[in-house]
């Protein structure tokens, strides 16, 4: 079955970076919009960033400038490189993608989260 790996959380001090990677697995026949979305906790889920196929990108207003959204379609993989990362960010991030299987029929899929936490 398609699974969404993600990868690449940890813990990391304000100012410093993580990539995050979301790796789609399985009987794919193309990945279309992908998104990363984070929860802190109490807190509700939100998007963070998005790409589209065509490589067409938006964030939330708060990570512009620091973010970038990316993707390797050979790979199969959407990269999130998080720079000048802030205690606000610390929440579990979540990669959400729009795919075809082999069949072409569309499918939704979640990850199941990878724990980004920003402390001294």
């Known amino acids: 079955q398609v699974q969404l790996v993600e990868s690449g959380g940890g813990l990391v001090q304000p100012g410093g970076s993580l990539r995050l990677s979301c790796a789609a697995t399985g009987s794919i026949f193309s990945i279309n919009a992908v998104g990363w979305y984070r929860q802190a906790p109490g807190k509700q889920r939100e998007l963070v960033a998005t790409?589209?196929?065509?490589?067409?990108?938006n964030y939330k207003d708060s990570v512009k400038g620091r973010f970038t959204i990316a993707r390797d379609n050979a790979k199969n993989t959407v990269y999130l490189q998080m720079n000048s990362l802030k205690p606000e960010d610390t929440a579990v991030y979540y990669c959400?993608?729009?795919?075809?299987?082999?069949?072409?029929?569309?499918?939704?899929?979640w990850g199941q989260g990878t724990q980004v936490t920003v402390s001294s």
């Open positions: 959400n993608a729009d795919l075809r299987d082999l069949s072409q029929r569309a499918w939704n899929y």
């Open positions: 790409i589209t196929g065509g490589g067409s990108t």
